[in-house]
């Protein structure tokens, strides 16, 4: 297709990378869709005090927590490198807000929904719902097929697509190395903030 033609783009994730995507996909005239598996967006910069039921993360069955932020982090970046060209990552005046130059997490996700509110984002994003399958088709578009439960029933739906880019992060499933004579695994706590050696 012809550079101008406007697409149908699905996006997948609404963090960091997936807003900022739409937003210039929008701006070059695209028709965009935002596919969110959470209630809210934010992506890795969500918190919360949970943690998974199986901290190795081997269980296929455990809980899943999508977050690895804890209660005190703060940026190792200066909040004038974190923040898009357009809309930059400046200290604020309201109410409850980090005026560091090296804010904690809450700012960084208050400087994202600022931003999706700005640009009008927060209407292209379908929250509560989880992508399972993305795959090419004969015609060369792109067949998405997605979940959304509510009230303990799930709806499923199948669409098409001119597009996909996927933006969904990496810290979900844990890599854990392999490696011949490893006598050890390392764990990491969040509650006690320490490291534990346990023997394998």
Known sequence: MPQNTSKNVAVIGAGAAGLVTARELQREGHNVVVFERENQLGGIWIYTASTDSDPIGVDPNRKIVHSSLYSSLRTNLPREVMGFRDYPFVATKKDDRDSRRFPGHKEVLDYLNDFAAHFGLIGLVRFGT?????????????????????????????????????????????????????????????EENSLILKNK
């Open 130 to 190: 989880e992508v399972g399958y993305v795959g090419l088709l004969e015609n060369g578009k792109w067949k998405v097929s997605s979940r959304k439960r509510e009230n303990d029933v799930v709806f499923a739906n199948e669409e098409e697509y001119d597009a996909v880019v996927i933006c969904n992060g990496r810290h979900t499933e844990p890599r854990i190395a392999d490696i011949p004579g490893n006598l050890f695994k390392v764990l990491c706590f969040k």
